[in-house]
C-alpha cells in the first residue's frame, strides 16, 4: 500500500511545483497540501474502505479546484490548465469511478460525478460517465431523462439525446415523463434549426447543398412521438399536457390543431378534456382591447358565461361526480379572483350558488365542496340557506366528521335552535373515538347558550362516555362550568365527587389549584391535598408538576421546610430523562435563576 500512496503523490509533484512556480500558492502552502494528501492518499488505500473517506478525499480535491480558481482570478493568471486543473480533475474522476464501482447502487454518488463533470466542462467523460450509470440502472426514468438532458443541453447533441430517450423507451415504454421530455427534445431540436436557419438567412451566408428539411423545422419528429405516445399511453391528461408542451413554441399551431382535433374525439367522456375546452373559452380571441373597468368585467363575464356552457354541454353527456367537481372548481376559482366591479362579482357569486345546488340536486357534489357552499352562504348574510344547506350536508355525509363538525361550527355561529338535535345526531353517527371534538364544541355551546339543568345533563351523560379523552376532557368543563356558575363551593364539591373517578388529565387538577389560588385566603392544605392528588396520577413522567409544588411551598402561604422532603420523593419517583431535567429545574431554583 505504501508504495500505491508514494506514487500518486510523486504524481502530485509536477502540478504542485507549477503552482508555486506560477504564484498561485506559496511553499508553505504547498507543503500543507501535501501533507494533507499523504493523510487522505492513505486512508483511501485502505484494505477495507470507507465511502465516508472517498468523499472526504473527492471533496478535498474539489476545494483546492475552487481555491486554484479564486487565485488564478485574483492575480489574473489564466495559463497551464493542462498542467495545474487537469491532473486533479483526472484524480478525481479516477476516485469517483473507483467509488461507483465499488457502491453502485448509491445513485447520490453517480450523480455527484454528473455534477462535477458539468461543473468543471468535461464533455467527454461526463458521456462516459452517464452511459456507465445509465447500465447500472436502468430502471429509474428520472435518470435517463438527465443524461438525455445533459446530452442535448451540455454537449449540444440531439442526435444522442434522442438516442438515449429511445433506449429510454425501451426500458420504461408507458412512462408518462420520458414521453414529454422526449416530446420537448424534439421540439427543442426543432427551434434550435429554425434559429440557426433564420441567423443564416441574416447573415446571407451561401450554405451550398445543405438544406434544411421543412419537416424537421416544422416539428414533424415531434409529432411522431406524440403519435406513438398517444398509441400506448391512454388519457386526456396525458394528451392536454403534450397539448401544453407544445403551446410553448410559436412554430407548432398545426401539431396543436392535430392534438386537439384527436382529443375532442377521442375523450369524449373524459372529463378532463372538457375541462380543458371550457377554459379555452376564456383565452378566446374577443373584443378589442376595452379601456373602462366595467367594459373590461363585461367581457370577462361574456368569456365565463361561455365557459359555463361548453360545462354545461358536456353534463349532458358526462353527468358523474368527477365532471361536477371541475365545474365547480371552476365557479370557485373564478368566485375568489378579486375585483373591484360588484356586479362581475355579483355574477359570478350567483353562478357558483347555482352550479352548487345543481351539483347538490344531482347528487355528485363532493364533500369538501359544502364547505365552500356555506362560507359563500355566510360570507352574504344568508343565514337560512346556510342552516338549510349546513342540515343537509350532515344527512349526505353522516359518517364524515369533518362534515359534521363545520356545520355544527355554523349553526353554533348562527345560534341556531337546530344545533341541539344535531349534537345528538352527530354523536350517533361519528366514531366515538374521533368525537371528542364534537363533545367540546357541544360542552361551550351548553355553557354559553343553554339552561344550566340542560347542560349539568350533559355534562352527566359526557362522564360516564366510554371513551378515556372524552370523560377527562368533560370533567375539565365540568369543573370549569361549576366555577363560573356557583362559584367555589360547587367547584369545590364537583372536584369532591370526581376526584377519585379516573381517568384525569393534569389539566383537571391544575384548574382546581388555580381556583383555589383565586382566592382571597387561599388555604394550603387543600392546594397540597390537590398537588398530591395530581402527583399520584403524573408524578412518575412531569417534572413540571413536583416543580410547581415546590415553588407552592416556597411561597407566601407554604412551609419552605418541605421542599427538601419533596425533592427527595421527587428524585425517587421519576422515571428516565425526567430526573435530569427535575435536578437542572430544582438547582436553578436554588441558585436563584429562576
Given at each position: 500500500?505504501a508504495?500505491?500512496?508514494?506514487q ?28 494533507r ?7 483511501l ?50 476516485v ?48 435517463w431523462?438527465m ?6 443541453e451540455?454537449?449540444?447533441s ?152 361548453v ?24 368566485y ?13 357569486k ?44 350532515t ?56 339552561r ?18 372524552v ?6 368543563k ?13 367547584a ?75 425533592h427527595?420523593?421527587a ?18 431554583l ?5
Amino acid at each position: 500500500m505504501a508504495d500505491i500512496v508514494q506514487q500518486r503523490l510523486e504524481d502530485r509533484i509536477p502540478a504542485l511545483e507549477q503552482l508555486e512556480r506560477v504564484g498561485l500558492f506559496t511553499n508553505k502552502e504547498v507543503k500543507s497540501m501535501l501533507k494533507r494528501s499523504t493523510a487522505l492518499e492513505y486512508k483511501l488505500h485502505r484494505t477495507v474502505q470507507s465511502k465516508d473517506d472517498v468523499i472526504t478525499y473527492i471533496q478535498y480535491e474539489i476545494n483546492v479546484l475552487e481555491l486554484i480558481k479564486k487565485r488564478r482570478a485574483r492575480i489574473g493568471y489564466h495559463f497551464k490548465r493542462e498542467e495545474i486543473e487537469y491532473p486533479i480533475i483526472h484524480r478525481i474522476n479516477h476516485v469517483f469511478r473507483r467509488a461507483t464501482t465499488k457502491w453502485q447502487e448509491d445513485v447520490q454518488l453517480w450523480l455527484s460525478q454528473v455534477a462535477f463533470n458539468k461543473k468543471w466542462g468535461t464533455k467527454t467523460q461526463l458521456s462516459k460517465v452517464l452511459s456507465s450509470m445509465l447500465a447500472i440502472h436502468p430502471d429509474k426514468p428520472a435518470l435517463w431523462i438527465m443524461a438525455a438532458k445533459c446530452e442535448m443541453e451540455d454537449r449540444n447533441s440531439s442526435e444522442s439525446a434522442r438516442h438515449l430517450f429511445l433506449r429510454a423507451l425501451r426500458f420504461h415504454p408507458e412512462n408518462k415523463k420520458v414521453y414529454q421530455e422526449y416530446f420537448r427534445m424534439e421540439l427543442m431540436h426543432a427551434e434550435k434549426l429554425r434559429k440557426q436557419q433564420q441567423e443564416l438567412e441574416q447573415a446571407k451566408i451561401d450554405v451550398g447543398e445543405y438544406n434544411f428539411s421543412p419537416e424537421i423545422l416544422s416539428g414533424k419528429l415531434a409529432e411522431v412521438v406524440y403519435r406513438d405516445a398517444a398509441q400506448k399511453i391512454k388519457g386526456a391528461e396525458f394528451i392536454l399536457s403534450l397539448l401544453q408542451i407544445a403551446a410553448i413554441f410559436d412554430f407548432t399551431k398545426e401539431l396543436q390543431d392535430t392534438i386537439l382535433q384527436e382529443l375532442q374525439s377521442q375523450y369524449v367522456d373524459d372529463c378532463m378534456m372538457w375541462d380543458f375546452m371550457a377554459k379555452r373559452e376564456l383565452d378566446a380571441a374577443g373584443a378589442p382591447e376595452l379601456q373602462s373597468a366595467k367594459g373590461r368585467a363585461s367581457d370577462t363575464d361574456r368569456r365565463e358565461e361561455r365557459c359555463c356552457v361548453v360545462y354545461e354541454e358536456a353534463l349532458k353527456s358526462l353527468n358523474t361526480e368527477a365532471m361536477w367537481t371541475c365545474y365547480v372548481t371552476f365557479c370557485l376559482e373564478r368566485y375568489k379572483r378579486k375585483t373591484n366591479v360588484n356586479e362581475l362579482k355579483e355574477k359570478r357569486k350567483e353562478r357558483l350558488l347555482r352550479v352548487l345546488q345543481s351539483a347538490h340536486d344531482a347528487e355528485l357534489l363532493q364533500e369538501s365542496f359544502y364547505k365552500n357552499w356555506l362560507q359563500v352562504l355566510l360570507s352574504s348574510g344568508d343565514t337560512v340557506s346556510a342552516t338549510q344547506i349546513a342540515i343537509t350536508a350532515t344527512q349526505c355525509f353522516s359518517q364524515s366528521f369533518e362534515m359534521w363538525s363545520f356545520s355544527l361550527q355554523t349553526l353554533v355561529q348562527l345560534e341556531s335552535t337546530e344545533a341541539g338535535h344535531l349534537f345528538q345526531e352527530a354523536l350517533k353517527h361519528v366514531n366515538p373515538k374521533e368525537s371528542l371534538p364534537l363533545w367540546q364544541l357541544q360542552a361551550d355551546w351548553c355553557m354559553t347558550s343553554q339552561r344550566p339543568e340542560d347542560t349539568e345533563t350533559f355534562f352527566q351523560k359526557g362522564l360516564l362516555s366510554l371513551v378515556p379523552a372524552v370523560s377527562s376532557a368533560m370533567k375539565e368543563k365540568y369543573l370549569e362550568w361549576s366555577y363560573k356558575t356557583g362559584g367555589y363551593k360547587r367547584a369545590r364539591k364537583t372536584f369532591t365527587s370526581l376526584h377519585e373517578h379516573r381517568p384525569f388529565t393534569k389539566a383537571f387538577f391544575m384548574k382546581m389549584i388555580e381556583i383555589e389560588k383565586e382566592q382571597e385566603t387561599p388555604k394550603m392544605s387543600n392546594l397540597r391535598d390537590y398537588y398530591e392528588r395530581a402527583l399520584r396520577e403524573f408524578g412518575c413522567l412531569d417534572e413540571d408538576l413536583w416543580m410547581d409544588y415546590i415553588k407552592e411551598e416556597l411561597g407566601r402561604h407554604g412551609n419552605p421546610e418541605n421542599c427538601g422532603k419533596l425533592h427527595w420523593r421527587a428524585v425517587k419517583t421519576l422515571e428516565g430523562e425526567s430526573v435530569e431535567r427535575f435536578t437542572t429545574q430544582y438547582t436553578l431554583l436554588q441558585t436563584g435563576h429562576v
